[in-house]
């Protein structure tokens, strides 16, 4: 892995549905080893623009760079640095825990990965867990799984769409303690949220995305967190920050 982690840039990002215009001329510049947080009502969005950085939709128009290079983000090469935790979850119902990870450890081509498995499902309290398959796992349990997926093959290019959704407090606190162990300086992050604190401490730049483009992009240094939730309706609600 590369000191100081990749930069990662957008200039003119644009993507529609039919007569909708998802992402609408996104353009930022998240330099390396930084935490973007990336905050936004419904719709507007934001799952669409981590799509086009993961590489799972092609975007209409605009472009991206890693690195000052352009990005390709169908690569192998891509996909082998970028971790994804969506909605979608991407795990295998029939299979366990274990399973799951032991999976995508051979997609990854990580060798010998029985350490590296059982570290991510402890890291994440799934250790008692581990032999019983996904689709008895409650909604909590499957999040705090796809969360030890997205961190198997150490990526250094990190993407996390509502990585709350679901879980209690205990695992909040696990995810919390996770992100911030992500902060290494080696790792650059995007993370979407509607969890406007946890999203404000974690973040070092803030961006608020309202119907396709970025109304805010800040420094989290010039955010004053007790004034946010104020600033961030306004500017949802339309009014000049
Ligand atoms: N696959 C799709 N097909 C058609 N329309 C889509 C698709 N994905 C997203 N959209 C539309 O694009 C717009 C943005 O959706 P998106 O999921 O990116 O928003 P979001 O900001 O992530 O919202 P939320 O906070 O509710 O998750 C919405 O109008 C949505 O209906």
Known sequence: MRAGGPRLEA?????????????????????????????????????????????SLRADGGTLRLDGAPLDTRSPEWQARVGVLSHRGFLYAHLTARENLRFYADLYGIADPGPRIEARLAAVGLADRADDRVREFSRGMAQRLALARTLLHD???VLLDEPWTGLDAHAAAVLRETLEALRDGHRTVVLVTHNLTEGLELADRVAIQVGGRWAVDLPASEVDPQAFPAFYRQVVEGGSP
């Open 155 to 157: 990526p250094d290019v």
């Open 11 to 55: 200039e003119g990002l644009v993507r529609s549905f039919g007569a909708a215009t998802a992402v609408d001329g996104v353009d930022f510049r998240l330099e390396p080893g930084q935490v973007l947080t990336l905050f936004g009502p419904n719709g507007a969005g934001k799952t669409t623009l981590l799509r086009l950085l993961s590489g």
